[in-house]
């Protein structure tokens, strides 16, 4: 059991968290509401409170709150509740950093945290905010494809974890992760494209080759976004985002390959 670390609790955490956003996915388009609206905003303000951790002081809650509008506005424009105009309504509000920074007295580095603050939104909230595009992607909510998503970016994920334990030997990128190895990702990219053949036949709201370019920008981005999110650990000494998860740690852990994922997989769909 040494060579798996925590694995019954990953594997517990896992299922239980899985089966909850499924549900909630299948529900209803206000089932996705409720559950990526929670996510973007514990993980939005996971990552501040680690800024502050190291003696930065990003407002948090204008933070969160710009990131949850930005999620809240995003959902009502594609699913016809309100005009596109209302995007704009989000850049006035995001600019209160500043004012709020010429005020406060006991800040020694204002535009450092000012960056701090919209590094947030844009790491964490914008794609958050755009699983929206994904979930309205044929002018209706469907659960298909973010759903089919998620299980790509899990199945990548627990075929590299496995792969990698049983037949790591060659360093992927060791100065940010070291326990990381191109077997393990190249194990995870497999096991993810023969998943994305299984998807492609039973949801139909794509092509089947359309779900392999999904998986493999899957197993590109999501491992890039894992990398630096290593990075970003690394750069303020911490092993994990966080301890909400239990054997996974963070919301910043547990969904940083999505991050970088979704901007990809949107810009697949909606120009190729």
Not at 124 to 149: K, Q, W
Request: glycine residues 10%; neutral net charge; proline residues 4%.
């Amino acid at each position: 059991m040494s060579k798996y670390p925590d694995l019954t609790s990953r594997v517990c955490s896992a299922v239980v968290g899985g089966l909850i956003i499924v549900l909630s996915l299948v529900w209803s388009q206000w089932g996705f509401f409720a559950i990526f609206l929670a996510i973007s905003c514990l993980t939005t303000l996971e990552f501040y409170s680690l800024m502050r951790l190291q003696d930065y002081l990003p407002i948090r809650l204008l933070g969160v709150g710009v990131g949850g509008l930005l999620f809240i506005g995003m959902f009502l424009i594609e699913g016809g509740y309100l005009p596109s105009i209302y995007h704009f309504v989000l850049f006035p509000l995001a600019s209160f950093v500043f004012l709020i920074k010429l005020y406060k007295k006991n800040d020694g580095h204002p535009f450092i945290n000012i960056a701090l603050f919209y590094l947030g939104v844009l790491y964490i909230a914008v794609p958050f905010a755009f699983t929206n595009l994904l979930v309205f992607y044929n002018g209706a909510y469907s659960y298909e494809i973010i759903l089919g998503l998620l299980f790509l970016t899990w199945t990548n994920d627990i075929g590299a974890y496995f792969t990698g334990i049983l037949f790591g030997r060659t360093k992927l990128f060791e100065r940010i992760s070291p326990k990381k190895s191109w077997e393990g990702s190249i194990g995870g990219g497999i096991i993810s494209v023969l998943i994305s053949l299984v998807i492609g036949y039973y949801f139909e709201g794509l092509k089947p080759l359309e779900w392999i370019s999904i998986s493999i920008i899957v197993v590109i981005a999501g491992t890039y976004g894992d990398l630096v999110e290593s990075l970003f650990k690394r750069s303020i000494q911490i092993k994990d985002s966080g301890s909400a998860i239990p054997g996974h740690g963070g919301f910043l852990d547990r969904f940083d390959s999505l991050l970088i994922a979704v901007p990809f997989v949107v810009i697949f769909l909606y120009l190729f």
